[in-house]
């Protein structure tokens, strides 16, 4: 006797069934249509309590917290939106930030129901690969984004991110359409938010009467809006480094700082060459003070792309610094002349000092109006050559103008040599 | 005694002559239809599996291409959407042509709208559907990435499977219906319900509203097509091949429909810690452990049905679906596991989940699919079959699918630890990339599985497959299954 000739339930009903009672049938029947009924009731359950009943309470929220005029977006951003969509962007990058301490602390504020008001469809995510970008907006300057689009390892190493160089001519500095409509979409992200600055905040958690509810209050208690790690400022806190360890700090160097300021820290890594305004900077050129490196390290460079490293411990900023200040080798300079020094002064007061300060505290009365916050004369010094160079030819990307054809080549080098002698030798 | 799906008895023998050959090859099945979904089934997994091997090279390799149609994120939609609707849709296709006409004892509606499903399935549906990715029109849901266009061909094919499979069910009357019946009859119409609420809802619904269906569509996908319809196959499968009836009806039908209630309700632990209402995420976690607890239901009363066949039988579509079922209680276990709070805060979005969907699409429903077609293909007289090619294929399955998964969870809870610690962001990817690239290796593995059940279909002596069954191994004989294994359905009440 084969097994193949059975049928699949090894058995059949309908002998068995046959020699039931009508009864018997009746009921089998019965019941399994109350069963069908019940598990199309079931399913339209599972969409009335967990889509529809939601969605009423979340567009109650959403009308009740959201800021009177939330910013829609525009036809760029819209089309950025759907590349976004296109390429996948959604299934390694989350935007949304959970009500979780962990989440909080790395991204901001958990993300509120108003937020994604205009998201159709829903771009929430469910897998991070790289970080959730639901408060990217301004945590990265416009260069470093079309740099990484173009190619994220520049600036990013060991990311995984694909290259999206086909929405480039030929360069990060020459975006297409696409490029820009994307960057443009991700500057939106937690910008309505931001926008609605504490009055915002205070509003929401005013409407939202949630007083009870501990999870929608973290909302409101996240340590910053945009906790982003990377994002700069202008004014922040500067911890006190020690000279660290060297052979740990090359080793974060190279993961975290290699791409851009290059191995050596000459400022030539491939970020540095790809489209970075301002470059990166050369830290074999400098010679950097410790409370320089350490603001740096803590809050980037407000306007360039250097980001911040807060997410890093006090030990290995330490480091860090330790291996950015043995890039920098001393070289012996011509001695230079009361005269010259005198004259680079004068032109130093008549044309440097309203952006680097009388003292070249980089606290000159224009500072407020520049994006950029100028160089600190005092708390670093640029080796002479490259003082010389940034005199002549400017800082790309910042309102450091080149100075040639306005000063003569004696005024710039008697400047360069003035501005050497604001940072004090003693506290070098 | 002995009988056919049509309840008209056989005459028992022994020694196989053509007229029996035929009854074995169940006379009302249109083979030519179970052959065409096979071999496409088959054909488009491998299409599917480049998309997936090709994006798992590009996390490793992400200046290999920047070809805007390689994209990663492309290959990874065509990847999922590709095994969904071109692997195991077809394979369910060609499964249900060989089963439904034995379990109704009726043939299906019409060989001619078969042949227009089958059109429609691969040459409207999958085929466009993965081009239209690749040239970036899609949309960025879950499991419903091929674009809106392609999605109305879905419904229409949801809609002609409907009309092509269940009328032969009502016409026997649903009081004598098996257990795979019910299967089939609700994966068909629940996936006809839940389709158009994942993939056209939350274009019109907008932000967290829309993720709420989202959510439900995420796992309804998986909860109500592919589910129902591994399981149609398992519980096929094994009385057919062991000869011996299921061990219990009752335990059957509860678990269906304890199922078809609670998987629905699981949707919103793909969300938990979002901005939904927190009670409708508490609710999803509840169904999801309850969901645990009919799983094992179910899967006891299918191990019980396989007591005695030992852990790798002889019989290759019965290896197939046993092993599918012991991953089905794993996968299902784990999902109950990570939807709790204390484990999904720390394993959600991480390369564990990852692992968790491909022990449940390869491990259970992947399986399945395969010992449903084996099984299928065995009884086409006209077919090659090759039964030790179809054995390589098992274990290399088996051993790459096992890598992938390991890996994967373990790269899963280093990326959690990471991500819970200060570390910088890219900290966590490189330390994830060893576990990335055993997943990429593994998949070598799954190519040569799937190449060797190629083999087994299309190499081999023809009609081999009857051959085999010849040689099965009767487990245990009739007589001796006492007489509660021979419980009816109508008992259970």
């Known amino acids: 006797m084969s097994a193949s000739q059975q049928p699949p339930d090894g058995q059949s009903p309908d002998s068995k069934l046959q020699g039931r009672s009508p009864d018997s049938r009746k009921t089998l029947r019965m019941s399994y249509i109350v069963a069908s009924v019940c598990g199309v009731g079931f399913f339209v359950m599972s969409v009335l309590l967990l889509a529809v009943w939601p969605g009423i309470v979340l567009e109650k929220q959403t009308q009740a917290m959201s800021p009177a005029h939330p910013l829609d977006l525009t036809p760029s951003e819209r089309r950025g939106r759907e590349i976004y969509g296109r390429e996948g962007c959604a299934y390694c990058h989350t935007q949304q930030v959970r009500y979780l301490h962990s989440d909080m602390t790395r991204f901001g504020a958990p993300t509120l129901a108003w937020e994604t008001r205009f998201d159709y469809p829903q771009l929430w995510g469910t897998r991070r690969i790289g970080p959730d970008l639901a408060r990217e907006s301004g945590s990265h300057s416009m260069d470093w984004q079309f740099t990484h689009l173009y190619s994220p390892r520049a600036v990013a190493a060991d990311s995984v991110m694909p290259p999206f160089s086909a929405m480039f001519d030929g360069s990060p500095d020459r975006p297409k359409q696409d490029a820009r409509d994307l960057v443009a979409y991700l500057e939106t992200l937690g910008r309505d938010r931001e926008l609605a600055g504490p009055e915002g905040e205070a509003h929401a958690r005013e409407a939202c009467k949630c007083d009870n509810d501990e999870m929608t209050q973290m909302a409101f208690h996240a340590p910053e809006l945009n906790a982003n790690p990377r994002k700069t400022r202008r004014k922040g806190p500067v911890p006190s480094l020690l000279p660290g360890d060297l052979g740990r700090g090359k080793a974060l160097y190279a993961h975290n700082c290699a791409s851009c300021h290059g191995a050596k820290g000459e400022g030539d890594g491939p970020g540095g060459l790809a489209g970075l305004h301002p470059p990166p900077a050369n830290l074999a050129e400098h010679f950097y003070r410790y409370n320089r490196l350490a603001f740096a390290l803590a809050n980037g460079i407000d306007g360039t792309s250097m980001p911040a490293w807060r997410d890093l411990s006090f030990v290995d900023l330490s480091a860090l610094a330790e291996t950015v200040r043995s890039f920098y080798v001393e070289k012996p300079e011509p001695p230079v002349s009361k005269e010259v020094l005198d004259l680079g002064a004068r032109v130093y007061k008549e044309n440097c000092a309203q952006c680097h300060g009388p003292e070249g505290a980089g606290d000159g009365t224009a500072v407020s109006q520049l994006q950029i916050v100028p160089a600190d004369l005092r708390d670093g010094r640029a080796s002479l050559e490259l003082t010389l160079r940034v005199l002549r030819n400017g800082v790309d990307g910042t309102q450091m103008a080149p100075w040639t054809p306005r000063l003569s080549d004696a005024e710039i080098e008697a400047v360069a040599r003035y501005t050497r002698t604001l940072l004090p030798r003693q506290l070098e | ?493």
């Open chain 2, 1 to 493: 005694m002995i009988l056919n799906g049509t309840g008209n008895q056989v005459p028992p023998t022994n020694s196989p002559t053509e007229e029996t050959s035929a009854h074995r090859a169940a006379p009302l099945v249109e083979s030519s239809l179970v052959y065409a979904h096979g071999l496409a089934a088959i054909i488009m997994l491998f299409i599917a599996i480049s998309f997936g091997i090709l994006a798992s090279i590009e996390l490793l390799l992400p200046d290999i291409t920047s070809l805007p149609w390689l994209t990663w994120g492309r290959l990874r939609y065509d990847h999922t959407q590709g095994i969904l609707f071109g692997w195991l849709g077809n394979a369910f296709l060609a499964f249900l042509y060989h089963a439904v006409p034995v379990l109704s004892g009726r043939r299906v509606t019409s060989v001619r709208l078969g042949r227009w499903l089958f059109g429609i399935w691969n040459f409207v549906v999958v085929i466009p559907g993965w081009l239209l990715v690749l040239a970036g029109f899609s949309q960025p849901l879950e499991w419903a990435e091929f674009p809106m266009v392609v999605d109305v061909f879905v419904v229409l094919a949801l809609l002609l499977m409907v009309i092509q499979f269940l009328p032969p069910f009502f016409a026997r009357g649903i009081e004598d219906l098996y257990v795979s019946s019910w299967y089939i009859i609700g994966g068909l119409i629940f996936t006809l319900l839940a389709y158009p609420m994942g993939n056209f809802v939350p274009e019109l619904v907008p932000g967290a509203r829309g993720a709420a269906f989202s959510g439900l569509w995420i796992h309804d996908a998986v909860g109500l097509f592919v589910t129902p319809l591994a399981l149609a196959i398992i519980y096929y499968v094994i009385p057919a091949a062991t000869g011996r009836p299921i061990y219990s009806h009752f335990l059957s039908m509860l678990g269906f429909w304890l199922l078809f209630f609670l998987y629905p309700l699981n949707g919103t632990h793909h969300y938990v810690f979002s901005v939904i209402p927190m009670n409708a995420q508490l609710g999803a976690i509840t169904a999801s452990a309850l969901l645990g607890v009919d799983v094992i239901l179910v899967v006891a009363n299918l191990l019980l049905s396989l007591r005695g066949t030992g852990w790798f039988p002889q019989d290759l579509p019965l290896r197939f679906v046993g092993t599918g079922t012991v991953f089905y209680l794993i996968v299902s276990i784990q999902g109950s596991i990570q939807a709790q709070m204390a484990v999904n805060q720390a394993v959600h979005f991480s390369d564990w989940v990852i692992g968790h969907s491909h022990l449940a699409m390869v491990g259970f429903a992947t399986f399945a699919a395969m010992g449903g077609i084996t099984h299928a293909w065995q009884r086409i007289p006209w077919a090659r079959y090759n039964n030790h090619a179809m054995g390589f294929a098992y274990w290399l399955l088996a051993g790459g699918m096992s890598i992938m998964v390991i890996g994967l969870t373990i790269g899963g809870l280093v990326e959690a630890h990471m991500w819970g610690s200060n570390a910088p962001w890219l900290d966590a990817v490189r330390e994830a990339r060893p576990y990335w690239a055993v997943r990429s290796y593994s998949a070598f593995l799954i190519v040569l599985a799937f190449f060797a059940f190629l083999m087994g279909l299309l190499t081999g002596p023809k009609g081999a497959g009857l051959a085999e069954i010849d040689g099965a191994k009767v487990f245990e004989p009739e007589e001796t299954v006492g007489p509660r294994l021979a419980m009816g359905a109508e008992e259970a009440l």
